[in-house]
Nanobody, 117 residues
Framework: QVQLVESGGGLVQAGGSLRLSCAAS????????MDWYRQSPGKQRDLVAS???????NYADSVKGRFTIARDNAKNTAYLQMNSLKPEDTAVYYC???????????WGQGTQVTVSS
């Protein structure tokens, strides 16, 4: 059973920074992409950032220039560095791992990020 465990969430003031980590129980080299999603109460879960096995990255417009996604294959861990945080970044952040073929999705349990104004 593949597991993803997020950590690093918490309460921070607007303008502050947090770094989220996503530790996998298996080698993350097997995944085509590692992603971070977030979900606020009453809203859908949205993609925040993704990184391919080759290192290509993609970001939601709302976080471009503030968030950075990275992966350390040697540590089987993905990261999300979040700078210049805003109250609207408050959400539960989920790590996600994807294999395109065969199709496989793995989700972490989520970590709460709260940004106070």
């Amino acid at each position: 059973q593949v597991q993803l465990v997020e950590s690093g969430g918490g309460l921070v003031q607007a303008g502050g920074s947090l770094r989220l980590s996503c530790a996998a129980s298996v080698s993350i080299r097997r995944f085509d992409t590692m992603d971070w999603y977030r979900q606020s109460p009453g809203k859908q879960r949205d993609l925040v950032a993704s990184i391919t096995s080759g290192g290509s990255t993609n970001y939601a417009d709302s976080v471009k220039g503030r968030f950075t996604i990275a992966r350390d294959n040697a540590k089987n861990t993905a990261y999300l560095q979040m700078n210049s945080l805003k109250p609207e970044d408050t959400a539960v952040y989920y790590c996600h791992a994807l294999n395109v073929f065969p199709s496989r999705h793995v989700w972490g349990q989520g970590t709460q990020v709260t940004v106070s104004s």
